[in-house]
């Protein structure tokens, strides 16, 4: 008869705090938009690329995600100025909550407090729904940028720009291997190199830390 063995399971002694993040640089948010993701789809699928007119609004609006849903009566082909400024007055902006946690292991590397980003990234994550982290902002505007494309030639191609921007969100954590001091010094080192959203290569999305709350 085979022998068994008794596992003792130890509890892991998680702890949370709140985090609150101010922007130094405006922020660029600029996700795939819906058209795009339509045509590498359809790519994707094999079916012959559809040759769309670009609804500028759809474009603008669906870069940016929020933490409301569009309204119902507008489709994709409907959405105008008056979607966005719904969207605008009636929901927030979001940063990802996974690309805030990736820069911290990268921080972490580049500034060669270690040689890789496995401890920190086992040490900590960011709570949020859907990976979406709300943002408050002073002033909104749409830049238009001339962009490469990646067959040749260029395109225009509008960019949601939010300035005097903050945040708050949520870490969980352990202290088996950096103490919460050190994780919040961590995220200022992204802040202050890396950044979040687009445009990070030019200094946008910068941010540092203003207040920790431990529970």
Not at 202 to 215: L, Q, W
Request: charged fraction near 25%; charge should be neutral.
């Amino acid at each position: 008869m085979a022998k068994t063995e008794t596992i003792e399971l130890k509890d892991i002694e998680v702890k949370t705090a709140e985090i609150y993040i101010v922007g130094d640089s405006d922020l660029i948010l600029n996700k795939p938009n819906a058209r795009y993701e339509r045509e590498c789809r359809e790519v994707d699928d094999g079916t012959q690329v559809t040759k769309e007119k670009p609804n500028i609004w759809e474009d603008i609006c669906t870069a940016v995600t929020w933490n409301i849903p569009f309204p119902v009566k507008n489709t994709y082909e409907e959405m105008d100025e008056s979607t966005y400024r719904y969207m605008m007055e009636n929901g927030k902006p979001c940063v990802s909550s996974y690309g805030i946690w990736k820069s911290v292991g990268d921080a972490v590397v580049r500034n060669e407090v270690d040689n890789y980003a496995t401890k920190i990234r086992n040490a900590f994550n960011i709570s949020a729904v859907n990976n979406a982290i709300p943002i408050e902002f002073s002033e909104a505007n749409v830049d238009s940028k001339l962009m490469p494309l990646k067959k040749g030639g260029h395109t225009i191609a509008k960019l949601n720009r939010f300035s005097g921007w903050s945040c708050h969100f949520t870490i969980r954590y352990t202290e088996n291997v950096y103490k919460l001091s050190q994780i919040v010094n961590f995220i200022n080192l992204a802040g202050f190199g890396l950044g979040i959203g687009s445009g990070r290569n030019s200094g946008y999305g910068r941010y540092h830390v203003v207040d920790v709350k431990a529970a």
